[in-house]
């Protein structure tokens, strides 16, 4: 009696089988119709409604089939099917979108991934059955298929992010960048589209999109390969580290800040200069020391590494050599005004500090005059140096006329004294 039960079971089970792929086949049948119908580009008001509920139905026969473990051989044709319906949905609505009518951009990303996931899961299921050659009529089509709908993805991004959906847009992007490893469909032509040439600027657009949706380990995750887009590299590297500012790591964005500039130094010198800043700022002239002669060693020529340098031994108050460097930074760049109003700043300072040297010694006038020839010789070579900035920067009095009224007080020209001092608005 036990064995007329179970055979009874198997029976039922195969019968079930049976009508869950009968349905698959059927589906197939709907989604020619529906393929047919669209196909006619004249069709009227009624008939398209008509092709919609058709549609509709066919997905809602389909649907079911796709998780039940009764469905057997018509498991690979029934993804297949599902893919096929939401290409359906979508291409209406990419070709408004191409078009700039309106869209519904979150229906129209929803049935892209869906299509794109379907024709994986008919991968897969191919792969379960044991489909090959003639007998897999999905494979061939399906794999062209994911890598032509790519820049569809990409495009979802584009139109979310425009939107300032930067979640959505964010996701978008991780999903064409992953794309390789996500559609094991594609086999070997999965590393072809790992080395697209757009996979840096797209990496690009998903740590802006992260950074907008505040994801920054999104951010981190991407950025690698993001800060390889050279056509926005100033950009890449504003947003590598203003992302890990905003996460109030100082030590990560140190770390950060000096690879970006020695990766290229002179691009990077507001870079530097916040760098070198930091380390004044914190009186850690060891580390400013090492960072500047880190920068002379990839280039003994560059315009931000000398210009460093003089900074850090202006700020040891070696005024005489940092003067050196900056000569050497003007000489690099001409109209580097920062330079020449540093180098004549160093020269003031040093006849400054001449001068104070001299505060409470006892001199014969003979004896001051020899004294005081240094401090004017130093403040005569600070005046090419000011004028130069007044020449560079001429809207910008305040940096150079109290400047050079100092100078012309010590070398005793009373009307430039008077002329500065009035630009200068004493």
Known sequence: MKKIFFAFALFAVAASATAQDKIVRKARELKDEVQNMMANQERN???????????????????????????????????????????????????NAINKQPTDTAQLAQNIYACLDAMEKCYKAT???????????????????????????????????????????????I????????????????????????????????????????????????????????????????????????????????????EVVLDDPDANDAVAQNVLAYYLQMSDYDNAGSFVDELLTLDADSKIGNYAKGIVLMNAHKYVDAVKYFDKTIEIDPAYSDAYFNAGVCYSNHGYDINE????????????????????????NA???????????????????????????????????????KLAGY
């Open 45 to 95: 008001e009624k008939e398209t409604m008509q092709m919609n509920q058709k549609l509709a139905q066919c997905m809602e026969m389909v649907e079911p089939t796709l998780t039940s473990p009764e469905t057997k051989k018509e498991l690979a044709n029934a993804w297949d099917i599902k893919a096929q319906l939401h290409s359906f949905i979508f291409s209406p609505l990419l070709d």
């Open 127 to 173: 792969q379960q059955l044991g489909l090959k050659g003639e007998k897999d009529p999905y494979t061939m089509p399906n794999k062209l298929r994911v890598v032509q709908f790519r820049p569809y993805v990409a495009f979802c991004g584009q139109m979310f992010f425009q939107n300032q959906q930067f979640e959505k847009a964010k996701d978008a992007f």
């Open 175 to 258: 999903r064409w960048m992953d794309y390789p490893q996500t559609y094991t469909i594609l086999g070997a032509d999965a590393e072809a589209l790992s080395q697209d040439e757009q996979t840096t600027q797209i990496a690009y657009f998903t740590c802006l999109a992260a950074y907008f949706a505040k994801d920054y380990a999104t951010l981190s995750k991407y950025m690698p390969q993001a800060r390889k887009y050279t056509q926005e590299k100033e950009q890449v590297n504003q947003l590598y580290l203003t992302s890990i500012i905003e996460q109030g790591d100082t030590v990560a964005w140190l770390k950060a800040a000096k």
């Open 357 to 380: 040297s001299l505060s409470g010694k006892k001199m014969t006038t003979e004896q001051f005059k020899a004294a005081v020839k240094p401090v004017r010789e130093a403040y005569k």
């Open 383 to 421: 005046e090419p140096y000011f004028l130069k900035v007044k020449e560079l920067e001429p809207d910008n009095p305040h940096k150079w006329a109290s400047r050079l009224a100092t100078v012309y007080y010590i070398l005793e020209d009373k009307a430039k004294q008077a002329e500065y001092e």
